[in-house]
Nanobody
C-alpha cells in the first residue's frame, strides 16, 4: 500500500496563503497522478485539484481556480498545493490521494490511496 503524508496546514487569516505538501514514501510518486481533496465538517468530500504524473496536465475545481496552484517535484517525491487568497469557506481537512491514471473528473472514486489529512483553518 502506498503511503502519503500531508503537511503544511494551519491557521491563517482570510486573504492569506499556505502551501500544502504531499510526500510519498515507499514508492515512486511519478508513477501516479495525484489529487487534492478537502472535507469540511458536515459536508461531502470535494475534489480541489489534480495533476498528471509528469505535471503536464492539471485541473482545478471552480471554487479554487485562480487562487490555488498544484505542482509536483518528482525528484523530491512530493506534490504541492499552493493556496492563496484564502477564504473562510476554504476551511477543511485537506487530503492528497494517488491514482494509477489521470483524469480531470476530480472524482474521489478514482483514487485508491489516501493520506491522513492536514487541517486548514481560515479565520480572523
Amino acid at each position: 500500500q502506498l503511503q502519503l503524508v500531508e503537511s503544511g496546514g494551519g491557521l491563517v487569516q482570510p486573504g492569506g496563503s499556505l502551501r500544502l505538501s504531499c510526500a510519498a514514501s515507499g514508492f515512486t510518486l511519478d508513477a501516479y497522478a495525484i489529487g487534492w481533496f478537502r472535507q469540511a465538517p458536515g459536508k461531502e468530500r470535494e475534489g480541489v485539484s489534480c495533476i498528471s504524473r509528469r505535471g503536464v496536465s492539471t485541473h482545478y475545481a471552480d471554487s479554487v481556480k485562480g487562487r490555488f496552484t498544484i505542482s509536483r517535484d518528482n525528484a523530491k517525491n512530493t506534490v504541492y498545493l499552493q493556496m492563496s487568497s484564502l477564504k473562510p469557506e476554504d476551511t477543511a481537512t485537506y487530503y492528497c490521494a494517488a491514482s494509477s491514471y489521470y483524469s480531470d473528473s476530480l472524482s474521489y472514486k478514482q483514487y485508491d490511496d489516501w493520506g491522513q489529512g492536514t487541517q486548514v483553518t481560515v479565520s480572523s
